[in-house]
């Protein structure tokens, strides 16, 4: 059943949002605070792992600083946190520190469930019809993550489902055009380029450094574009 994967890695957000907000006030502070240090430090290791796939740096180089000026332009981070400040209001949530912890929960937890190879991969093959097998694995990580970002960022984790839902499905749905516009060769380059943004979630979830993540997202286009004009 093509869509399978991205609706159960939806209901692992929410389930384990839901569990995080249920365990997380249980918690003492610097329990959670190991604990969000422990999922970033993992981001790390996953944000290296993909931008190793690189067969060229001068890809993922090009594309990250071509679409971070074209992300600024666009204000493509602003936009995200627009959109987060908008659900926070929508359901009531205070401003202060708990309306910068329900923006910055959705935001991270929106970049981090949607930026990867298992998030473009899965997605063309659940909608190629063979298989949601990555997407059910993604879909338990992910929950997993959901839990712990939730216990110490609170309810707008769970938002970023809407995010896995529209752009997931949305790769989903488009999977036939897309399986037959990219090559292994722009795979890797796209993957090594989300590697890269992945690093500066981590240094987001970390607290070293508040890399503006979404305005480098053009650049997960720009990759296969540039492969496809100077690989050849």
């Known amino acids: 059943m093509r869509g399978l994967g991205t609706a159960v890695n939806v209901a692992t957000v929410v389930v384990g949002t839901g569990a995080g907000l249920l365990v997380g006030p249980r918690l003492p502070e610097?329990?959670?605070?190991t604990v969000l240090q422990g999922v970033g430090l993992v981001t790390v290791a996953l944000g290296v792992a993909n931008a190793g796939r690189t067969r060229n740096l001068v890809f993922p180089l090009a594309a990250v600083v071509v679409g971070g000026v074209?992300?600024?332009l666009l204000r493509v981070e602003d936009g995200l946190e627009g959109l987060g400040s908008w659900l926070r209001r929508r359901l009531g949530v205070h401003d202060g520190e708990e309306g910068r912890r329900f923006v910055e929960g959705f935001v991270s937890a929106s970049l981090l469930f949607c930026v990867g190879p298992l998030t473009i991969l899965g997605a063309l093959s659940d909608g190629l019809g063979r298989g949601a097998e990555q997407l059910?694995?993604?879909a338990a990580l992910d929950g997993s993550v959901a839990l712990v970002l939730a216990s110490t960022l609170g309810v707008g984790v769970g938002l970023s489902a809407l995010s896995v839902l529209v752009v997931q499905g949305g790769i989903t749905a488009a999977a036939s055009l897309?399986?037959?516009v990219l090559d292994d060769r722009m795979i890797d380059e796209l993957t090594a380029?989300?590697?890269i943004i992945i690093l500066g979630i981590a240094?987001?979830?970390l607290d070293l450094k508040q890399v503006r993540?979404?305005?480098f997202l053009p650049a997960l286009v720009l990759a296969p574009i540039f492969v496809a004009l100077f690989a050849r």
């Open 193 to 195: 380029t989300g590697g």
């Open 178 to 180: 897309l399986a037959q």
């Open 70 to 72: 074209l992300g600024e």
């Open 136 to 138: 059910l694995v993604k």
């Open 203 to 205: 240094l987001r979830l």
């Open 30 to 33: 610097r329990l959670r605070t």
């Open 213 to 215: 993540v979404g305005s």
